[in-house]
């Protein structure tokens, strides 16, 4: 028993009357989003909802962040939509098993700790733009089903029950935290519709949500090569999306929770959770944003959390789908735009006078690309790509070379700043070979040689003594330096002149490095 209390996070400590309620304020939420999503692939309505259950439930047993919430994404539907009308459906239960098995080697071979390289202008733009897409995505309730703009009446109606929602989710919780904000509105609004008979579009009015227990399938594909390069380039790009947004996402929780998820656990269960999703007739998915933060703002922080949700998901599909089909969309409209005002950095904005320009580009491009593309992996690694480029611009600058003749005629530079690819132009530019003395000793004392760019650029300065005629030597050389030297023998010839009172400043080099 007590295994099992441990294995779902259970103890004293966690409120389970929050860990329920909040699990289906989640369910709720859940529902529109996984029909929409599926709706936007291609697909059925059920492998929108199919997945967000069995992502759900894997995750939140297994991941790596409890309280966190998974289900199917529009980041997902955006990368499979050409994929399902190409090849259909059992393609796409293919490539997100495929996926699946791609995430969770990327867990296993632990390399959910290279999400520490995205710089917080990314993180910033990612989050800000996410939640500009929750809130445009909320929209669509405000059009008819010709797609004009509501008017009149309706538009009134619609407006009044989503402020009112708005309104309780903002001030219930500053009169008690016994109940959850969201949960309240949901039934509060729910009520008035259906005692008054205000006429507004439901649940069911999207969609029927009407199934059973997900069903288990193997995708009917031709085991062939070809169908192998067909599916793993949505496959690949299915996973990377998948893992950026479910990493960050943990990222945010963490902050919000003051507490540390494990990113390889998550991504191990975000590739089981996809697999299964594949085989139990689901589209796939990753971390919801959104319903993770419904789930945090409603005080949730355990596991129980996030299986209520899939549990209850499933419930709804099952036996509840004629009740669930009459909640106001209304309602959920408001509540989305709630979590989209949430989420958004609105402290990003208030520093932007003090952040770098550099900065301030990353954040908005990543944004705008989050935005206008709806690709999330793509914006990421565009702002990972500016900032290390603008980081290795910064770094290239910040060599120095300061010059002097010592009392036997040797000409010293000492070079400060790391010699790299960016920096190695300007460690050129740094030395007169024509007019040196004979003998030149160039110092790193406050530098280290980083890479083989570096090693090709003292070969070249060899060289240009060599031909004067003047002999160069290398001094204060870290011990990893001097391995780079040693590795390189075959192409570049130095001096390297040993200081024997170099010991701690060459443990001081290694430990910086």
């Not at 989209?340 to 705008?368: C, H, N, Q, Y």
């Amino acid at each position: 028993m007590k295994q099992i209390l441990r294995l779902f996070n259970f103890s004293a400590k966690i409120n389970y009357k929050t860990e329920v309620l909040s699990g289906i304020t989640v369910a709720l939420a859940l529902v529109p989003e996984a029909v929409a999503f599926a709706i936007i692939a291609g697909l059925s309505p059920l492998t929108g909802l199919y997945a967000a259950v069995v992502m759900g439930f894997v995750t939140s047993v297994f991941g790596g962040r409890p309280g966190m919430i998974s289900g199917a994404t529009g980041a997902i539907a955006i990368v499979i939509v050409a994929l399902a009308k190409t090849h259909g459906i059992e393609y796409i239960f293919a490539t997100v098993i495929l996926a699946g098995i791609i995430q969770a080697l990327a867990g296993v071979l632990k390399l959910g700790k290279l999400i520490r390289l995205v710089p917080q202008p990314v993180v910033y733009g990612f989050v800000n733009g996410l939640a500009i897409i929750i809130f445009m995505s909320q929209l669509v309730q405000f059009k008819d089903e010709s797609g004009s703009w509501l008017n009149g009446t309706p538009l009134m109606i619609l407006l009044g029950l989503v402020m009112l929602t708005m309104l309780i989710i903002w001030g219930m919780p500053k009169l008690t935290k016994a109940f959850p904000a969201s949960l309240t509105a949901i039934l509060v609004v729910f009520g008035l519709v259906a005692l008054l008979g205000i006429d507004t579009r439901t649940v069911g009015d999207i969609a029927s949500i009407e199934g059973g227990f997900p069903p288990f399938h193997i995708p009917e594909i031709p085991i062939t090569i070809e169908t192998v390069l067909i599916i793993l380039p949505y496959a690949a790009i299915v996973a990377g999306v998948g893992l950026i947004e479910s990493l960050l996402t943990m990222n945010i929780v963490d902050e919000i929770t003051e507490t540390r998820g494990s990113g390889n656990k998550e991504a191990v269960a975000q590739g089981a959770a996809n697999i299964l999703s594949g085989f139990f007739s689901g589209m796939g998915g990753c971390a919801m944003i959104g319903q993770s933060l419904i789930n945090i703002s409603n005080g949730a922080r355990a596991r129980l959390s996030g299986i209520v949700a899939s549990l209850m998901l499933l419930v709804f599909v099952m036996f509840g789908s004629k009740l669930i089909e009459q909640v106001p969309m209304a309602a959920l409209t408001g509540l989305m735009i709630m979590v989209a005002i949430g989420t958004f950095e609105w402290a990003s904005l208030r520093t932007l006078t003090k952040m770098p320009k550099s900065d301030i580009f990353v954040m908005v491009m990543v944004t705008l690309v989050t935005v206008f593309l709806h690709n999330l992996a793509l914006a990421v690694i565009i702002g990972v790509i500016i900032s290390a480029l603008v980081f290795a611009w910064d770094n290239a600058r910040r060599i120095r070379a300061r010059k002097r003749i010592d009392e036997n005629g040797v000409k010293h530079y000492e070079i400060y700043g790391p010699l790299f690819f960016g920096s190695v132009s300007t460690f050129n530019e740094k030395f007169d070979v024509q007019n040196d003395p004979d003998e030149v000793i160039i110092d790193f004392k406050e530098s280290r040689v980083a890479d083989m760019s570096a090693i090709e650029a003292l070969n070249r300065i060899t060289e240009r003594y060599q031909k004067a005629g003047k002999k160069l030597h290398l001094k204060h050389l870290s011990r990893d330096c001097r391995l780079l030297l040693k590795n390189a023998k075959d192409i570049i010839d130095v001096n390297v002149i040993e200081d024997p009172t170099y010991k701690v400043m060459t443990n001081h080099i290694n430990n910086r490095s």
